[in-house]
């Protein structure tokens, strides 16, 4: 069992940013690629962003692309996404995921196995 505890979300004025943090215990997390979701009231859960194993690949939606990063920290256990130039339709419940590593990106949700609660951000106008 691996479990993901996000934080770092709240309330950002457009054009503002937010770091999210997700922080892993349970198994080695060296051992796993991570992604980071989103899904908005009344949306299905959509991929933003994803980071391989060792963190040598990543992968971005391209509504976030240029905007976000993610990054992880595989000494302290955490994925992060640093979000930039934040907007309006950014907002929404973050997520973030883990699965075994695999030589193949994961961009759907159904590849991953393991979830956190999610946080909340939340843009305003």
């Known amino acids: 069992q691996v479990q993901l505890v996000e934080s770092g979300g709240g309330l950002v004025q457009a054009g503002g940013s937010l770091r999210l943090s997700c922080a892993a215990s349970?198994?080695?997390?060296?051992?796993?690629?991570m992604g980071w979701f989103r899904q908005a009231p009344g949306q299905e859960r959509e991929f933003v962003a994803a980071?391989?194993?060792?963190?040598?690949?990543?992968y971005y939606a391209d509504s976030v692309k240029g905007r976000f990063t993610i990054s992880r920290d595989n000494a302290k256990n955490t994925v992060f996404l640093q979000m930039n130039s934040l907007k309006p339709e950014d907002t929404a419940v973050y997520y973030c995921?883990?699965?075994?590593?695999?030589?193949?990106?994961?961009?759907?949700?159904?590849?991953?196995?393991?979830w956190g609660q999610g946080t909340q951000v939340t843009v305003s106008s």
């Open positions: 349970g198994r080695t997390f060296s051992n796993y690629d």
């Open positions: 980071i391989s194993w060792s963190g040598g690949s990543t």
């Open positions: 995921a883990a699965r075994f590593l695999q030589s193949k990106a994961a961009v759907t949700s159904v590849e991953y196995r393991y």
